[in-house]
């Protein structure tokens, strides 16, 4: 498993060394939960600490490609637990405008959506997620930004809880799944090379920050 945590380190800082006047570096913490046959209702089931990595590679002020490296237990009833670790690409859509180098307390909303693979570290299974998210993203401080968020994932494997839908034995795994997990929590965000890079002007990401 150690080899596994260094590969996806690895592959995650390698795709932020080309952009980065464009990138944003961002850790994670929160809570992770689970919904399938044993919780079909409770979204915040039996919440249990979850964290991760982030790196965003932002396009323009409103579109972004971000790459996750999420880690958490996830309780499935109330004596099972599963260990997650996640990788996940998304395209991130902001409503407003955003960019750390922008003006101070902008804001926006957003919602994210692309591609996983899920490791079950307690069963050693890789499985493919869809991953989607919104949230709120905040600038608190020249280039630092705040940002929350709730993550929701679509599995493709019904066994993630231990209960089998019966419809699936009839092969309809993909159709009749109902195994779901999800994050929510709290992200800060900064450009760690800017200082070295210089600002951008808007038309790469935003304004030159006034100097107060």
């Known amino acids: 498993m150690k080899r596994t945590y260094w590969f996806l380190l690895f592959l995650i800082l390698t795709l932020s060394l080309s952009g980065q006047r464009s990138s944003d570096y961002g850790i994670f913490a929160g809570v992770s939960s689970y919904l399938g046959d044993n919780n079909p209702d409770k979204l915040f089931y039996s919440p249990k600490p979850a964290g991760g990595i982030f790196y965003r590679y932002n396009f323009n002020p409103r579109q972004a490609l971000r790459t996750n490296l999420f880690f958490s237990n996830i309780s499935i009833s109330k004596n099972k637990q599963k260990k997650v670790l996640e990788l996940a690409l998304q395209y991130e859509f902001n409503f407003f405008p955003y960019t750390t180098e922008g003006k101070q307390w902008n804001y926006t909303p957003y919602f994210a959506a692309g591609a996983g693979i899920a490791y079950i570290v307690t069963e050693e299974k890789w499985q493919p ?9 905040v600038n608190i401080y020249k ?40 994050f929510l929590g ?13 600002c951008m002007d808007y038309s790469n990401g935003g304004p030159k920050r006034r100097k107060r």
């Open 143 to 182: 280039n630092v930004g705040l940002e929350a968020e709730y993550g929701f994932r679509k599995t493709f494997f019904d066994t993630f809880d231990g209960v089998l839908d019966p419809a699936t034995e009839n092969g309809g795994l993909l159709i009749h799944n109902n195994d779901w997990y999800s």
């Open 129 to 137: 997620v869809i991953p989607f998210s919104f949230g709120f993203k």
């Open 186 to 198: 709290v992200g800060v965000t900064w450009k760690m090379f800017n200082r070295l890079a210089g």
